[in-house]
T-cell receptor, first 115, second 110 residues
Framework: EPEVTQTPSHQVTQMGQEVILRCVPI?????FYWYRQILGQKVEFLVS????????KSEIFDDQFSVERPDGSNFTLKIRSTKLEDSAMYFC?????????????FGPGTRLTVL | GQQVMQIPQYQHVQEGEDFTTYCNSS?????IQWYKQRPGGHPVFLIQ?????EVKKQKRLTFQFGEAKKNSSLHITATQTTDVGTYFC??????????FGDGTTLTVKP
């Protein structure tokens, strides 16, 4: 069964450093998402991406964040200058379509630890 | 901004008992989705409700979407130990943004 994959599974970085989290969505999916989940808390929407551009973003997704689909398979989330409060699990998700019927398939997540 | 509230935060049941979690949005939703997250795992899509008053069933799970499309519920009949995890609702607006509820963590005592 096709699945979303994410690398690395765990990233440790120093505060102020840049990190890139990578995701490979399911191959025929068109809509891509990033979410984060601080330990023990709820899942928070960061951004949605369709047709090579951001379609929606949350208040969390400020200028420190960017997303890119550099090729036909990868979808990346970059955090330019990490802060301690960026420590969280980051989930990538993809969906075959948007609109009202958009079952989202989540990847296993990347745990980001900022020291 | 949009808020999605979910209650209860925790629910402990004896195996075989029923379980219900409720989700309420501050705004009218385009649709609502339900996810299950096992400890240490990622959210797994359960179902999506789109129509006002919609009711859907998956074996022992019953999902409802309110008439005003602002609230929803998930009911599990006769819980099993495999039902443990955190159940999240996620409300989606017409703008396409998903807002997750805080989740209800279910523990089942055998």
């Amino acid at each position: 069964e096709p699945e979303v994959t994410q690398t690395p599974s765990h990233q440790v970085t120093q505060m102020g450093q840049e990190v890139i989290l990578r995701c490979v969505p399911i191959s025929n999916h068109l809509y891509f998402y990033w979410y984060r989940q601080i330990l023990g808390q709820k899942v928070e929407f960061l951004v949605s991406f369709y047709n090579n551009e951001i379609s929606e973003k949350s208040e969390i997704f400020d200028d420190q964040f960017s997303v890119e689909r550099p090729d036909g398979s990868n979808f990346t989330l970059k955090i330019r200058s990490t802060k301690l409060e960026d420590s969280a699990m980051y989930f990538c998700a993809s969906s075959p379509w948007g609109g009202n019927y958009n079952e989202q398939f989540f990847g296993p997540g990347t745990r980001l630890t900022v020291l | 901004g949009q808020q999605v509230m979910q209650i209860p935060q925790y629910q402990h049941v004896q195996e075989g008992e029923d379980f219900t979690t409720y989700c309420n949005s501050s705004t009218t939703l385009s649709n609502i989705q339900w996810y299950k997250q096992r400890p240490g795992g990622h959210p797994v899509f359960l179902i999506q409700l789109v129509k006002s008053g919609e009711v859907k069933k998956q074996k022992r799970l019953t999902f409802q979407f309110g008439e005003a499309k602002k609230n929803s519920s998930l009911h599990i009949t006769a819980t099993q130990t495999t039902d443990v995890g955190t159940y999240f609702c996620a409300g989606r607006t017409n703008a396409g943004k998903s807002t997750f509820g805080d989740g209800t963590t279910l523990t089942v005592k055998p």
